[in-house]
């Protein structure tokens, strides 16, 4: 397939961008108004942070991560489904695609607080009360959102763990705080940004 010059456009990046923010604003604001505790995780949490030192430093995603509490689902389906979201089970993960032309691509994927992810992990999810205020949302604490990509530890974790450390949010000091294992991993990308 060809793909002429003139299929590329600002106008089109830029409109991915706003509706990962749009999705993430309604999404919030269904679980705020109905009064479900909530973080946002993932790239989008990591954006905020980067974004609070350097905003020329941020990474666009293009999913959003929320982290909720599994006894809150029935809430969580009912406040998302009300703005326009459509539950769906993907590989074991409770997704919310937007609308009926949605994609996994862009949905809404549900973390659960205090339960691993994958059996694997060194520890559990953070809990929705290690929250800070973003301009628009609440995001993960710095040091839970840390945790988390240091469980994870999949490329764009990594990644994303070096955005946080390339603007000075972590530093050398911050492997002390950790478990044994995530220390180990942070310690590697502080010695080995590259690698």
Known sequence: ????????????????VEAVRERALRATAALREAGIPYAV???NAVAAWVARVDRA????????????RRSDFDAVKLALE????EHHELMGVDCFFD????????????????EKVRASYAAPSADV?????ADEYDVLSLEALLRMK???????????????????????TWPARLLPE???RLQELIDDPDG
């Open 1 to 16: 397939m060809s793909i002429e010059l003139n299929d590329f456009s600002w106008e089109r990046m830029i409109e991915a």
């Open 41 to 43: 995780a993932g790239g």
């Open 57 to 68: 430093a941020v990474r666009n995603t293009q999913d959003v991560d929320i982290l909720v």
């Open 82 to 85: 009300a703005v326009g979201f």
């Open 99 to 114: 609308g009926p032309d949605g994609s996994p691509r862009d949905a809404v994927h549900l973390l659960y607080a205090g």
């Open 129 to 133: 009360t290690e929250v800070e205020s």
């Open 150 to 172: 240091l469980n994870s530890f999949r490329d764009k974790d990594r990644m994303h763990i070096r955005d946080m450390l390339d603007v000075g949010l972590i530093d050398q």
């Open 182 to 184: 995530h220390a180990k």
